[in-house]
T-cell receptor, first 115, second 110 residues
């Protein structure tokens, strides 16, 4: 158990809908990262937050947004969902914002299925 | 741009065999390199890391050396066990970006 929690575990929704994925980092960790894992694209970095502020951005679509709250939990919002958004979404956390040396601790993931 | 390329799988080995999973990278600057492992139904967990050239990361019998001259970070283990069956990801991080390889599935048979 990494100490990172993600809810829900599974999510099934329809095209065009909007969903929110939630992540609670390990106790004491200040950074949260979001990743998308799909069969054709592999594991893709989406975005990083550090202590409430956006710190780094990867291949995140404009339909997706995220935020980190004062209690350090984070939410990833996916809107206007398409079939291709079906994937496993991982959250990770690390102690500091120094991502290039930090160990990232991954949650168990949320499996999103868009029908 | 920055990227990581790792050996395609799947890899099937007998117990106690030697394991090598190749990983090469392209990066500007001085990235950190990681190997993560993903067991079925779980998230990724750090196996080992190296943050500068010539560093060797090691854990649970696995080793990898950060080779700047060959831009490589190959994963090795001298004697694999059935419990090592998993998907292995090579990863690179810079100050603002994080890149993962496509993953190599390893199955160890008794």
């Amino acid at each position: 158990d990494s100490g990172v929690t993600q809810t829900p575990k599974h999510l099934i929704t329809a095209t065009g809908q909007r969903v929110t994925l939630r992540c609670s980092p390990r106790s004491g960790d200040l950074s949260v990262y979001w990743y998308q894992q799909s069969l054709d694209q592999g594991l893709q970095f989406l975005i990083q937050y550090y202590n409430g502020e956006e710190r780094a951005k990867g291949n995140i679509l404009e339909r997706f947004s995220a935020q980190q709250f004062p209690d350090l939990h984070s939410e990833l919002n996916l809107s206007s969902l398409e079939l291709g958004d079906s994937a496993l979404y991982f959250c990770a956390s690390s102690a500091t914002g120094q991502g290039y040396t930090d160990t990232q601790y991954f949650g168990p993931g949320t499996r999103l299925t868009v029908l | 741009g920055d990227s990581v390329t790792q050996m395609e799988g799947p890899v099937t080995l007998s117990e106690e065999a030697f394991l090598t999973i190749n990983c090469t990278y392209t990066a500007t600057g001085y990235p950190s390199l990681f190997w993560y492992v993903q067991y079925p139904g779980e998230g990724l967990q750090l196996l080992l890391k190296a943050t500068k050239a010539d560093d060797k990361g090691s854990n649970k019998g696995f080793e990898a050396t950060y080779r700047k001259e060959t831009t490589s970070f190959h994963l090795e283990k001298g004697s694999v066990q059935v419990s090592d069956s998993a998907v292995y990801f090579c990863a690179l991080s810079t100050l603002r970006q994080f890149y993962f390889g496509t993953g190599t599935s390893l199955t160890v048979i008794p």
